[in-house]
């Protein structure tokens, strides 16, 4: 049987880092509110360094650690809601930098459940496809997207890229089970424009694009659709939550990850977080949180990994370290 195993992950943030104290001179807000409602204390922000640029460094990382040369690549599918150019598409930019001159490219957009939609895509096409090697990055400049003035958004985004190669591999497979889903009901809860919505016919007012949400009801979609997403793979896997020894959730709210912990009944202290540090970076976090976590994880650790976002989307993956 055919598995897929993972050969490399990278990470790249961008320089400048922003905390919530800085936050509070540019809107009614303080830090203690951002903590205690998001869990972040500060987050990257780009000022010079581009989508691509961030997802370049990230795949080159991963590229290293892999021990492939870049040719070996067949597939790159960025997730990502803030590309630098709708054409070409990141991926095709990330190929051109790192030399994955036979890769077949495209972007993939859903939101802050992209990395998990892009891992279901990838390892599909490997499946079907015969794929030996594919990056699935998670880029993002949401930093960009941000109405500045906006206390209800401008405190949770982030900028970063994380990234991940998966191989086929005869002998290991690590990728268990992947579940992903969407709510089209709530397609209106996060939105963001694209940049060119009115062309010069038109007279109104042209507004700058940028993200808006409904934090609210989006905090009550991630807190019931998540457990319920994470404990279908666990039961599709044959397996009981208890035996699941790391949650690696989108970081889009420590409050939603202590509230998923609690409907699983799973210790808190089992959810890997780097919120604090990088906010909300949408398909970039769980592959940045991968990342992260990857020091504390041991051979043969059962790892969740799930993401829930605009769409409204959702996906959960178990994988095996
Ligand atoms: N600083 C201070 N006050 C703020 C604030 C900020 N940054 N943002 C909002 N507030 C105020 C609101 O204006 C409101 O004031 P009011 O009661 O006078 O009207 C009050 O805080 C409560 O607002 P509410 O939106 O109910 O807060 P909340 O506890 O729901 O927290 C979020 C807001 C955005 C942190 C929370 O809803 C959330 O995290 N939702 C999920 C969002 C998310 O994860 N999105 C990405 C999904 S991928």
Redesign the pocket.
């Known amino acids: 049987m055919m598995g897929i195993r993972i050969v490399g992950l990278g990470k790249k943030l961008p320089e400048m880092c922003l905390t919530n104290d800085e936050i509070a001179t540019m809107?009614?807000?303080?830090d203690e509110?951002?903590k205690t409602?998001?869990g972040i204390e500060k987050r990257r922000v780009s000022v010079t360094e581009t989508t691509h640029q961030l997802a370049t460094q990230a795949a080159l990382e991963a590229l290293k650690e892999s021990g492939l040369e870049a040719e070996e690549i067949d597939l790159v599918i960025v997730a990502t809601v803030s590309p630098d150019t709708n054409m070409p598409s990141t991926a095709s930019l990330v190929a051109r930098n790192i030399g994955a001159v036979k890769a077949r490219c495209f972007d993939l957009s859903a939101?802050?459940s992209g990395f998990i939609f892009a891992s279901e895509v990838a390892i599909s096409m490997m499946k079907q496809s015969h794929y030996k090697n594919v990056l699935v990055i998670g880029a993002e400049v949401l930093s960009t997207r941000l109405d500045w003035s906006d206390?209800?958004t401008c405190?949770?985004f982030g900028d970063g890229a994380g990234a991940v190669i998966y191989q086929q591999s005869t002998e290991i497979n690590q990728i268990h089970c992947i579940e992903i889903g969407t709510d089209p009901e709530g397609a209106e809860l996060?939105l963001l424009p694209t940049q060119t919505e009115k062309n010069k016919f038109y007279e109104g007012e042209i507004k700058r694009p940028v993200i808006s949400?409904n934090?609210?009801q989006?905090?009550a979609f991630?807190t019931t659709k998540v457990p319920e997403s994470i404990k279908q793979v666990v039961d599709k896997s044959g397996l009981a939550v208890e035996e699941i020894d790391w949650f690696i959730l989108?970081q889009?709210?420590s409050?939603?990850m202590d509230s998923v912990a609690r409907k699983l009944n799973v210790p808190k202290e089992r959810f890997i977080k780097n919120i604090a540090e990088y906010g909300?970076t949408?398909a970039a976090s769980i592959p940045m949180a991968l990342y992260d976590a990857r020091k504390q994880l041991k051979p043969g650790d059962k790892i969740i990994l799930s993401g829930?976002?605009?769409g409204l989307t959702w996906g959960t993956m178990l994988l095996e370290w």
């Open positions: 809107v009614d807000t303080s509110w951002i409602r998001t939101a802050c206390r209800g405190v949770i996060i949400m934090g609210r989006v905090y991630s989108h889009a709210n409050r939603i909300n949408s829930f976002g605009a």
